[in-house]
């Protein structure tokens, strides 16, 4: 069992800085124009021929509401007629893309986000698997992992049902807060009946897995509003929480101008909420994973996280690490190998594109040794809260002190202030650093100190 967390103000008041999530490293901001269609499909042929499982995202990007504080790559639109046409060129794409695999390479894992993936209609999302089934080779026996993120104001029971019959096992649906107060600063008004039906229709239909994700730090929360709505969703019982700390970014984000910034709470404010919800989740039997990750002791993330087999990839925490990520849609990013692309995040680019007979691949990078070896320092740390040297150096044949010797004061202060232990076999990170754990990480970045930090949110 890993240790408990351990709450300690100064050192989050020192080290609450802006920095990456690290679903990848190097990170999505090093993608550039010089990586295109065509070195994805080299990374598709490699993938067939050493016959690497997939793991499959599929973005539909449309809502019928915005969300203000959402940055997510969306389009909004009450017009449901927008999606067929979406869907004839994600169709063309799947066939692009699944003509460079082979069939013995097994669907592991399928996600559909967005946006609100449900805006297809029942028919649409039927056409769309059949797609997908027709193309890749997806697994009919129920033990892949199959999930799909839902508004529960755009689904109900019939969809569920539906949702379970085309093969989905694992369900995230969205809460953020249920003050209706909260709720109305947001424009997302939701009830917990709305949400709690689902979570029954889960349960009732056998989904191997719901997510719920909260967000503290949006107007008008309060420590104790924020508190009765961890209370309300532990009620619940998701296998897993997500709770994240919301990044106001009105620059890069539109929808976020919409928020009065005199309704936001302030930074002490903020901290006790993830400190009380902390304690909330910890009191109920959750587990930290780490980076905003809530899981019940028994979920996949949790028991992967103490055999030691947890990985993270651009969806997050995962136990399908190993898996080539294929991803289709608008902005949907792909990790095949050692290559990382991802596609237009314009919708009329991404269509126009597919409707050329061509791939919407925009950006990319193909990873150095060295951002090889800096990725595997980073995913043991975020994932496992420790790293042995030596594993690192049998792999990647290097003296790791030798190799990382202009870090070696940025670790020793580390330790000093108390968020890691730093030996000569490897490091720890400690009670009191895993909530930091961005920070550990960011010091083995080799980009950070070229980026604008205010592109990302701050640790806590």
């Known amino acids: 069992m890993l240790d408990d967390l351990r709450w300690d103000c100064d050192l989050i008041r020192r080290y609450d800085l802006a920095g990456p999530r690290y679903t990848s ?108 089934r027709e193309h890749f080779n997806l697994l009919d026996d129920d033990s892949g992992d199959y999930g799909i993120e839902l508004d529960p104001r755009e689904a109900d029971w019939s969809t569920m049902g539906l949702l379970r019959e085309l093969g989905f096992n694992r369900v995230s649906l969205g809460v953020q807060d249920l003050d209706p107060a909260v709720q109305r600063a947001v424009n997302r008004l939701q009830s917990l009946e709305q949400t709690s039906a689902l979570v029954e229709a889960a349960r009732t239909l056998q989904f191997r897995s719901v997510n719920l994700d909260l967000i503290y730090g949006l107007p008008r929360q309060t420590p104790q509003g924020f508190a009765r709505t961890v209370d309300e969703v532990i009620d619940l019982q998701p296998d897993r929480l997500s709770v994240f700390n919301y990044a106001h970014l009105p620059e890069r984000f539109m929808p976020q101008r919409r928020i009065d910034t005199r309704e936001l709470p302030a930074p002490a404010a903020k901290l006790e909420m993830l400190q009380a919800t902390i304690e909330q989740l910890t009191a109920a039997g959750y587990r930290y994973i780490g980076m905003d990750h809530f899981a019940l ?49 314009d919708l009329n680019t991404y269509q126009a594109a597919l409707a050329g007979a061509q791939l919407a691949t925009r950006r990319g990078l193909l990873c150095t040794a060295d951002d090889r070896l800096r990725r595997a320092v980073i995913q043991q740390l975020i994932c496992h809260f420790e790293l042995e040297f030596a594993a690192i150096e049998q792999v990647y044949r290097v003296d790791f002190a030798g190799y990382f010797k202009a870090l070696w004061p940025r670790l020793q202060a580390l330790q000093h202030d108390g968020l890691i232990r730093l030996d000569a076999e490897g490091i720890k990170v400690l009670p009191a650093g895993r909530l930091l754990v961005r920070s550990v990480c960011m010091v083995f970045d080799a980009y950070l100190a070229m980026q604008d930090r205010q592109r990302y949110s701050r640790v806590i």
């Open 297 to 345: 002791p028994d979920d996949e993330l949790a028991i992967a996280q103490e055999e030691g087999t947890l990985q993270r990839n651009f969806q997050g925490y995962t136990t399908h690490g190993h898996c080539d990520l294929i991803g289709l849609g608008v902005s949907a990013i792909s990790q095949v190998g050692d290559l990382y692309c991802q596609n237009s995040s």
């Open 25 to 132: 490293y190097p990170t999505a901001v090093q993608l550039h124009g010089e990586v295109g269609s065509f070195d994805l499909l080299h990374a598709l042929r490699d993938s067939r021929r050493a016959v690497r499982p997939l793991s499959l995202y599929v973005h539909v990007p449309f809502c019928a509401n915005i969300c203000y504080y959402c940055a997510c790559n969306k389009v909004i639109t009450k017009d449901r007629g927008r999606a067929l046409p979406y869907l004839q060129h994600l169709e063309q794409e799947i066939q692009l893309i699944a003509c460079h695999l082979g069939p013995g390479q097994r669907v592991e894992q399928l996600h559909f986000g967005g946006g609100t993936p449900t805006f297809l209609s029942h028919a649409e999302l039927r056409r769309l698997m059949a797609q997908l």
